[in-house]
């Protein structure tokens, strides 16, 4: 009897040894993906998009961001961006500028700031905004798409935060929109 026990604890030992084996890899796999998830280039939830920031050949694109970062939107202490890049340009405006920063509370630090651009002279014609998903961009283009062809239209316009907000009388229309 002692020895069929122990026979069966061998058993039961040896199928818990199997079946943790198999859970710490299939644990691995998932902490694998989740790393590779938060390390996307660019992610939306880290990341801003630079519109009409001046562009040069050859420039120092970084050099130029820590500049509109510190000069222009006055932040205070600097982020320091962990990736930025400069989408080919289209017609005669310069490429936007993506910047991935360290984390969300500087991402917010700096949209929060972005009203300072009009204050310095270089950055007038700068904007800062969120980043979007492939996803949120093919749902505003088509969104304002078929807000253009509708009959009231020309009465609505799409914010910055997303929302669709009635215009008054004051508000011209814009070409963009």
Do not use: W
Request: net charge positive; hydrophobic share 40%.
């Amino acid at each position: 009897m002692k020895k069929e026990l122990e026979t069966t604890a061998a058993e039961i030992r040896a199928n818990l040894d199997a079946e943790v084996a198999i859970m710490s890899v299939r644990m691995e796999r998932i902490e694998a993906k989740i790393a590779n998830k938060s390390t996307l280039r660019f992610d939306p939830i880290v990341s801003v998009i630079i519109v009409g920031l001046q562009q040069e050949d050859h420039e120092d694109l970084m050099a130029k961001v820590l500049d509109l970062l510190r000069n222009g939107l006055c932040c205070d202490p600097v982020p320091t961006p962990a990736a930025v890049e400069r989408v080919r340009a289209r017609g005669n405006k310069p490429g936007v500028v993506k910047v991935q920063l360290s984390s969300v509370e500087e991402k917010v630090a700096v949209l929060k700031r972005k009203a300072k651009l009009k204050e310095d002279v270089r950055f007038q014609r700068v904007f800062v905004a969120s980043a979007k998903s492939h996803a949120e961009r093919l749902l505003d283009l088509n969104f304002r798409a078929l807000l253009r062809e509708t009959f009231v239209g020309k009465d609505f316009y799409l914010a910055a935060n997303g929302r669709l907000v009635k215009r008054t009388g004051g508000q011209p229309r814009q070409g963009h929109e």
